[in-house]
Nanobody, 127 residues
């Protein structure tokens, strides 16, 4: 059973930084992808960033490119999302997600592709 547990959300002023963490466990396939979705108040969920064990190529949604960095510590089964230069529009609940197998990377992110979801962590960016 795949489990994903997020931490690291909080409140920060615009221009500040936060780092989200997600401890994952239970992947049984040779390849899998992990990443982050977010849902802002009154909006649909959107994929933010992901990385797959098949190619280790990170994917970023356009609005976060150059500001967010995804990484993982495979030994510790932990995924990170370093968020710099945060903007008020980044305010959302951030969900750690996973899927397996992921033989062709994770370019592009669609909700239906991800079978496993954490409970979410809230990020608030004030202006």
């Amino acid at each position: 059973q795949v489990q994903l547990v997020e931490s690291g959300g909080g409140s920060v002023q615009a221009g500040g930084s936060l780092r989200l963490s997600c401890v994952y466990s239970g992947f049984s396939q040779r390849t899998y992808a992990v990443g982050w979705f977010r849902q802002a108040p009154g909006k649909d969920r959107e994929g933010v960033s992901c990385i797959s064990t098949s190619d280790d190529e990170p994917f970023y949604e356009t609005s976060v490119q150059g500001r967010f960095t995804i990484s993982k510590n495979a030994d510790a089964n932990t995924l990170y999302l370093q968020m710099d230069n945060l903007k008020p529009e980044d305010t959302a609940v951030y969900y750690c997600v996973g899927t397996q197998p992921a033989n062709y990377g994770c370019a592009g992110m669609y909700e239906h592709e991800y079978d496993y979801w954490g409970k979410g962590t809230l990020v608030i960016v004030s202006s």
